[in-house]
């Protein structure tokens, strides 16, 4: 057994982990954008929580749009933290992952989020939600 999850979620193999965190069953969709999805699964056999991030990325070449999955275990604090988080219902337009930037240390990702909101008085109520959670939030 691994430190996270069970064989029939998490095998020590890398392909064979993926085969079979990708078939547990999703528990609850944290955000449901066309392009966007953020989702936690429960493994049935050993209650592992994982976290999974979805993204497309819109190419307009050829109707293949390259499509990114990231799972990772969580753990139940974790798990309570990120379903017990406010809906802000802002409208994530995309996300970018920066791994190249020259500040960045090799063990930091910058994640660019692209947030359509209702208005100003919305936009500093989203922005002061991720200062709360500990992001730090840079406006462009």
């Known amino acids: ?10 095998s020590s193999e890398a392909s064979e982990a993926w085969k079979a965190v990708t078939s547990i069953p999703i528990q609850a969709h944290l955000i449901d954008e066309s392009h966007y999805i953020v989702s936690i699964r429960l493994c049935p056999s050993c209650s592992q ?5 979805t ?3 819109v190419d307009w070449k050829d109707g293949e749009d390259p ?3 990231t799972i ?7 798990r309570t933290e990120l379903t017990s988080s406010k809906r802000l219902d802002a409208n994530v337009i995309e996300v970018r992952h920066n791994r190249n ?3 960045l240390s090799v063990h930091e990702t910058e994640i660019v989020v692209d947030v359509e909101t209702k ?4 936009r500093e109520e ?15």
């Open 1 to 10: 057994m691994s430190e996270y999850g069970c064989e029939q979620c998490w």
């Open 49 to 53: 929580h994982y976290l999974q991030v």
């Open 55 to 57: 993204t497309e990325t």
């Open 67 to 69: 499509i990114y999955r």
């Open 72 to 78: 990772i275990p969580i753990d139940d604090a974790e």
């Open 101 to 103: 930037e020259s500040s």
């Open 119 to 122: 208005g100003p008085e919305h």
């Open 126 to 140: 989203v922005l002061g939600a991720l200062r709360a959670d500990g992001y730090t939030p840079l406006l462009r």
